[in-house]
């Protein structure tokens, strides 16, 4: 198995409050992702991250902010929660090559208050 | 824009029959990469068979298909001789060259394998 980590696993914030999600990679994979999983939407990705420092957006990327200072970690933040960003979490990861396939870490339920 | 559409919000399967989930999908790109995931009940994300734009062959991996048709641009995943631990949902991704590392999942289908 990949190994990526997430932490938190589970966190409580309330609205407005700033929230921070860690990604971290022992594989030394060169892409790194944040998704979200909503019932009914499948994943939506949020960002992604092509290197250190190297990041663009993605489908959902409104109300948060990434950056990667270093090849195994990826985070996430909320800058102000709100309601609507309660929702499963995961990190994933792939490495260049025909296939892309990706691994993702455990997840990290956010409920916002 | 790239999409993916599962029809079947819920199945249900015999233990030991073989069944198919459907997966279409929409691109203008030549080359992409078509992806099933399983989640099981404890919410981990599992990589189960790719299969290229420009492959030839359908993609096997063990007891899981994929039953590719390009022209009707659909991906389908075959299970055989299901069991009873491959109750989940499934989830049907695609990746298109021209949008980068832009995944995009389908909503899913809930697979019940029935004793």
């Keep these: ?113 | 824009a790239q999409k993916i559409t599962q029809t079947q919000p819920g199945m249900f399967v015999q233990e030991k029959e073989a069944v198919t989930l459907d997966c279409t999908y929409d691109t203008s790109d030549p080359s992409y990469g078509l992806f099933w995931y399983k989640q099981p009940s404890s919410g981990e994300m599992i990589f189960l068979i790719y299969q290229g734009s420009y492959d030839q062959q359908n993609a096997t991996e063990g007891r899981y298909s994929l039953n590719f048709q390009k022209a009707r641009k659909s991906a389908n995943l075959v299970i055989s001789a299901s069991q009873l631990g491959d109750s989940a949902m499934y989830f049907c991704a695609m990746r298109s060259d021209n949008y980068g590392q832009n995944f995009v999942f389908g909503p899913g289908t809930r697979l019940s394998v029935l004793p």
């Excluded at chain 1, 700033?18 to 949020?46: A, F, K, S």
């Design chain 1, 1 to 113: 198995d990949a190994g990526i980590t997430q932490s938190p696993r589970h966190k409580v914030t309330e609205t407005g409050t700033p929230v921070t999600l860690r990604c971290h990679q022992t594989e030394n994979h060169r892409y790194m992702y944040w998704y979200r999983q909503d019932p009914g939407h499948g994943l939506r990705l949020i960002h992604y991250s092509y290197g250190v420092k190297d990041t663009d957006k993605g489908e959902v990327s409104d109300g948060y902010s990434v950056s990667r200072s270093k090849t195994e970690d990826f985070l996430l933040t909320l800058e102000s929660a709100t309601s609507s960003q309660t929702s499963v979490y995961f990190c994933a990861i792939s490495d260049a090559g025909a296939r892309n396939e990706q691994f993702f870490g455990p997840g990290t339920r956010l409920t916002v208050l």
